[in-house]
């Protein structure tokens, strides 16, 4: 059953909108890993318990406050009819975050959490949710994901997919940096980069003698049973996984060079809002760290 994309932009992403979200990712995005409790120490923090967001941490991690008429945050939720009735109204089975900058006068848009409900993976929401955020008409887009299935439908939607990288490794090496640098969003901005894509001299080091080639250390705690199952799966089918291992507490990052992009100011300049109020990743919970997509 196809879902139906709803976008809200600036201050259209109420307070009730943001709690919705947070409660669909404290229900279906991931649970903390075994070291998490021993480097947050927090009590509600513990083995398997599922990382939880509120609505004030989803506002401060993902749609942090901000003067810049350039910037603007965006919201797409993925609607799935159920029963007719006034009673049970359309419900969401996924939805994206993303924001929008400049970078060098290039418009640039961050995926800050992308998040699909547990019962309705596997049926194209995510690259629905994407593919109505491609109407930005950004020039580059960036994401850090724990989720091997997200970063491969980024790459999808916005590149070549998963079989042409070499432009998009090439692409993340040369201005991950820099642009991460320029983002409003704090935990993209203060996270630090890991991998061989990076340095010859970086000293994540290898896991299980793999190399770790392109990832961020967000400090994001949450378990990678997922993403390793997530990876098992990709390979069983012939995918070559070009992005290498995942240490614990990052993420893997990518940035993508759009087909097609478009400057934004050329776009429709009547769009850039001022957003003056107010996570997968993503985005963590307790108020302890940064999250996810």
């Known amino acids: ?49 599922r990382v939880k967001m509120s609505l004030s941490m989803l506002r401060e991690q993902v749609l942090p406050p901000f003067t810049s008429p ?24 996924g939805h994206v975050f993303a924001t929008r900058f400049l ?13 699909v409900h547990s019962a309705h993976r596997n049926q194209g929401i995510a690259e629905a949710l994407l593919e109505a955020l491609r109407e930005e008409k950004a020039e580059i887009v960036g994401v850090l994901s724990s989720n091997p299935y997200a970063i491969a439908a980024v790459l999808r939607v916005f590149g070549s997919g ?3 990288v070499e432009k998009v490794l090439e692409m993340t090496r040369k201005n991950a940096r820099r642009v991460m640098a320029s ?3 704090e935990y993209v901005r203060n996270s630090t980069l890991r991998g061989k894509l990076f340095s010859d001299m970086d ?44 240490p614990q507490g990052c993420e893997f990052l990518v940035l993508v060079e759009v087909r097609n992009g478009m400057r934004m ?17 993503k985005t963590l919970a307790s108020g302890l760290g940064e999250g996810k997509s």
Request: negative net charge; aromatic residues 10%.
């Open 203 to 246: 000293e994540t080091g290898d896991i299980d003698g793999k190399p770790v080639v392109s990832c961020a250390d967000t400090g994001f705690w949450v378990d990678h049973k997922e993403s390793e199952q997530a990876l098992r799966v990709l390979k069983g089918k012939g995918v070559k996984w070009p992005l290498g291992e995942l």
């Open 103 to 115: 970078h060098n006068h290039r418009s640039v848009l961050w995926i800050t959490q992308l998040v």
């Open 162 to 164: 998963l079989e042409r």
């Open 70 to 93: 350039n910037c603007q945050h965006i919201y797409v939720r993925g609607l799935l009819p159920s029963t007719p009735s006034a009673y049970h109204p359309p419900f969401s089975a």
């Open 1 to 49: 059953m196809a879902a139906t994309t709803e976008k809200f932009v600036g201050a259209e992403i109420t307070d009730m909108i943001v709690t919705q979200a947070a409660d669909l990712f404290s229900l279906h995005y991931g649970v903390w890993n075994s070291i998490a409790k021993e480097k947050m120490g927090a009590h509600e923090v513990d083995l398997g318990s």
């Open 183 to 185: 983002c409003p969003v």
């Open 265 to 281: 100011g050329s776009i429709y300049p009547h769009m850039v809002y001022e957003y003056g109020s107010g996570m997968v990743g």
